[in-house]
C-alpha cells in the first residue's frame, strides 16, 4: 500500500490549504479499517488530526481542529482530502496521511505517506 501526499506550502494565519492524499497498490481485497491525518510539529509527537472509519461511522476531529478542518474521501479516485480554513500557526507541522487495514483479519497495519509540510506564519 502508498500513500501520498501533496498540498502543503506556507501560507499566513487565516489562510486556507486543502491536503490530498493518493492512495494505490492495496487491491480489491484490502479492507480498510479507518483513513485519517496526522501530524507532528518539530520537537513534539505524532498527533491525530482526524480519524473516519469505513463503516459509515462519524469522523473524529481532535479538538484543536474543530470547525476548521474538514476530511473528504473520493473513493472512485482512492483519494482523502483535508480541507484545512482558518490556519493557526500552531497547526505548522508535517501533515501525514494514514490508513490502517489489511488483507486478513486480525493482520492489520497502519501505512503512512512520506508527509508534507504546512507552514502558518503569523
Known amino acids: 500500500v502508498r500513500l501520498v501526499e501533496s498540498g502543503g506550502g506556507s501560507v499566513q494565519a487565516g489562510g486556507s490549504l486543502r491536503l490530498s492524499c493518493a492512495a494505490s497498490g492495496s487491491g480489491s481485497s484490502f479492507n480498510i479499517k479507518t483513513m485519517g491525518w496526522y501530524r507532528q510539529a518539530p520537537g513534539a509527537q505524532r498527533e491525530l488530526v482526524v480519524r473516519?472509519?469505513?463503516?459509515?461511522?462519524?469522523?473524529q476531529y481532535a479538538d484543536f481542529v474543530k470547525g476548521r478542518f474538514t476530511i473528504s474521501r473520493d473513493n472512485a479516485k482512492n483519494m482523502m482530502y483535508l480541507q484545512m480554513n482558518s490556519l493557526k500557526p500552531e497547526d505548522t507541522a508535517v501533515y501525514y496521511c494514514?490508513?490502517?487495514?489489511?488483507?486478513?483479519?486480525?493482520?492489520?497495519?497502519?501505512?503512512w505517506g512520506q508527509g508534507t509540510q504546512v507552514t502558518v506564519s503569523s
Open positions: 473516519v472509519t469505513t463503516d459509515g461511522g462519524l469522523p
Open positions: 494514514n490508513l490502517y487495514g489489511g488483507y486478513w483479519p486480525g493482520y492489520e497495519a497502519d501505512y
